[in-house]
């Protein structure tokens, strides 16, 4: 036995139960695992210091998320230290196992609806969220920079200059200068059908469960609504996606074409990041399942790089011939 799991054993039975109580599941894209408590709706995560997991973020962004009087799940029991953490289980309703053609308009909507709460309490509450790190052109750059070193390089063996990384980055400043995105609210992310939960015990708002939000920062309104609606693990139809597009827009009071704009340059960057991120998870961690969304991931680049604002990118990218994003 491992000393991680003696002191996941100790932590579960500092909280009141036994080590056969506690069921592994699925685990995401970072170092954390969870488990259910058996016959409990109970999770145990365990986010590993050493591996750059932080429960502290966690619990932060989760009270600020009570704030808003939105749904994260409630914490009973944590040990910072060695970064273990007891919470409510939101079960088995996540929106990827859930959606299908009768409900998607609906849950969509929903979803759509707290991003505006979000950005309204933002504004608000700015105090409350004024201390979290802001979704800089670095961050943003730095994320992307993904996409070539794991993607372009490793996967498709592809040789990139110092040269050619500088102009890349140069393109990706210059885009988010001439857009100057708003940084005013909470971004979670990583909004998408895997982290958005319909809770039954609820109403309102509080109907959607959210989870994944250890990273959230302060951004652009419009961060979040492009995970939603340009997800690699759900694509929409094109119909209601402009209808949820409209909708959030309208709240906002700001020019369409400028907001679709800035959707798309998000979607680029965040698809970009993706590409990078799910061939690291491959190439490194030999998680293989994330390479299924890599075709969705190009599709939703092919899209969104036809707008002739960023020609440049697609200029960029006409060096290298072994992938297919153009």
Same mark, same amino acid.
């Given at each position: 036995m491992s000393n991680r799991d003696l002191n996941l054993y100790n932590f579960v039975l500092n909280c009141g139960f036994k080590e056969e109580d506690i069921i592994p599941i699925k685990n995401d894209a970072s170092f954390r695992k969870y488990y259910r408590i058996k016959n409990k709706k109970l999770i145990v995560m365990d986010a590993p210091p050493d591996k750059g997991e932080s429960i502290e973020?966690?619990?932060?962004?989760?009270? @600020?998320?009570?704030?808003? /009087?939105?749904? +994260?799940? &409630?914490? =009973?029991? #944590? *040990?910072? %230290?060695?970064g273990f953490m007891l919470l409510e289980d939101f079960g088995?309703?996540? #929106?990827? /196992?859930?959606? !299908?053609? /009768? !409900?998607?308009? %609906?849950?969509?909507?929903? +979803?759509?609806? =707290?991003?505006?709460? @979000?950005? %309204?309490?933002?504004k608000s509450k700015e105090k409350k969220i004024s201390k979290l790190k802001s979704y800089s052109i670095d961050l943003l750059v730095n994320e992307s920079l993904l996409f070539i070193d794991w993607y372009l390089e490793k996967r498709k063996g592809e040789l990139v200059s110092s040269d050619q990384k500088k102009e890349f980055i140069k393109i990706l400043n210059d885009f988010y200068n001439n857009i100057n995105p708003?940084?005013?609210?909470? =971004?979670?992310?990583?909004?998408?059908?895997? /982290?958005? #939960?319909?809770? !039954?015990?609820?109403?309102?708002?509080? &109907?959607?469960?959210? @989870? *994944?939000?250890? *990273? +959230? =920062?302060?951004?652009?309104?419009?961060?979040?609504? +492009?995970?939603?609606?340009?997800d690699v693990r759900r694509p929409l139809r094109r119909n209601l996606q402009k209808k949820l597009l409209e909708i959030y827009i309208k709240s906002l009071s700001i020019n369409v074409q400028d907001a679709e704009q800035e959707m798309r340059f998000f979607s680029i960057q965040r698809n970009? %990041?993706?590409?990078?991120?799910?061939?690291?998870?491959?190439i490194r961690d030999k998680k293989d399942v994330y390479l299924k969304y890599l075709p969705n991931a190009v599709k939703l680049l092919r899209k969104n790089l036809q707008d002739p604002f960023f020609i440049n990118l697609v200029n960029w990218l006409k060096q290298f011939k072994n992938h297919e994003l153009i």
């Open positions: 973020q966690f619990r932060t962004i989760a009270d @600020i998320i009570h704030t808003f /009087n939105l749904s +994260a799940p &409630q914490i =009973v029991s #944590f *040990d910072t %230290k060695l088995q309703t996540s #929106f990827s /196992n859930i959606l !299908n053609k /009768n !409900n998607e308009s %609906k849950l969509y909507k929903k +979803a759509i609806e =707290v991003l505006i709460e @979000i950005n %309204k309490q933002s708003e940084s005013s609210t909470l =971004v979670l992310r990583d909004y998408h059908v895997d /982290n958005l #939960f319909f809770l !039954n015990n609820q109403k309102s708002l509080k &109907q959607i469960g959210l @989870i *994944d939000f250890q *990273d +959230a =920062v302060i951004g652009s309104p419009l961060y979040d609504l +492009a995970s939603l609606l340009e970009l %990041k993706i590409l990078g991120i799910f061939c690291r998870l491959s």
